[in-house]
């Protein structure tokens, strides 16, 4: 029940075209659900965040799109760029703390 | 302002050494958090400080891992000894409060041999 499950593992996407990163979570108490996004060499970084209140948020070039009846969230990079190539992962958690994971998405952007 | 920084970035031990990996936080932050993730899975919890008390530790595999953070400043983790599968990459994050934003290091990439 505390899973979050990832898709896909890897994604590869030609510049301008929109990648989707899809999550579905188990424990319906998750009221926090954030994107990290992570650059070789670095730390994951804080992208993007949506409670469960909300259907969608958008933050510049990326939104996330939330269905709580289908414990489903997903990450939509519009217009993407080469500079967006990264790892994304979503997670879940209640109330922000000690957030449950996905596998991770590696997301290429080809030029 | 400084970011959160590791200790080392790589290391690569044998079955049965001891490792230590260092994280120093962003000044200011009491609560650090230390996670790992082992390869092509998902990032797992390990333990959370608030200053020097450890706040949560539910997540630490077994007894051969040791987190230590005297006087709330930076903190330890400590491997010993070392098995095959700690092999991953060990990230240390903080944040001012709990439930605030964590901001991660680079992360240790721990391997063991």
């Known amino acids: 029940q505390q899973q979050v499950k990832q898709s896909p593992q890897s994604l590869i996407v030609q510049k301008g075209g929109i990648p989707i990163i899809n999550c579905a979570y188990e424990?319906?108490?998750?009221?926090?659900f954030p994107w990290y996004q992570q650059f070789p060499g670095k730390g994951p970084a804080l992208l993007i965040a949506?409670?469960?209140d909300v259907s969608e948020k958008k933050e510049g070039r990326f939104t996330i799109s939330f269905n709580k009846s289908a414990k489903q969230f997903s990450l939509h990079i519009m217009d993407s760029q080469p500079g967006d190539s990264a790892t994304y992962f979503c997670?879940?958690?209640?109330?922000?703390?000690?957030?449950?994971w996905g596998a991770g998405t590696k997301l290429i952007i080809k030029p | 302002e400084a970011g959160v920084t590791q200790f080392p970035s790589h290391s690569v031990i044998e079955k049965g050494q001891t490792v230590t990996l260092r994280c120093d936080p962003i000044s200011g932050h009491d609560n650090l958090y230390w996670y790992r993730r082992v390869m092509g899975k998902e990032i797992k919890f390990l333990l959370h400080f608030v200053k020097e008390s450890k706040q949560d530790e539910s997540g630490m595999p077994n007894n051969r891992f040791l987190a230590e953070r005297t006087g709330g400043t930076y903190s330890t983790l400590k491997v010993q000894p070392a098995e095959l599968e700690d092999s991953g990459v060990y990230f240390c994050?903080?944040?001012?409060?709990?439930?605030?934003?964590?901001?991660f290091g680079q992360g240790t990439r721990l391997t063991v041999v």
């Open positions: 994050a903080s944040s001012q409060n709990r439930g605030t934003e964590a901001f």
């Open positions: 424990n319906t108490a998750f009221d926090y």
């Open positions: 997670a879940a958690s209640k109330g922000n703390y000690q957030l449950i």
């Open positions: 949506i409670r469960p």
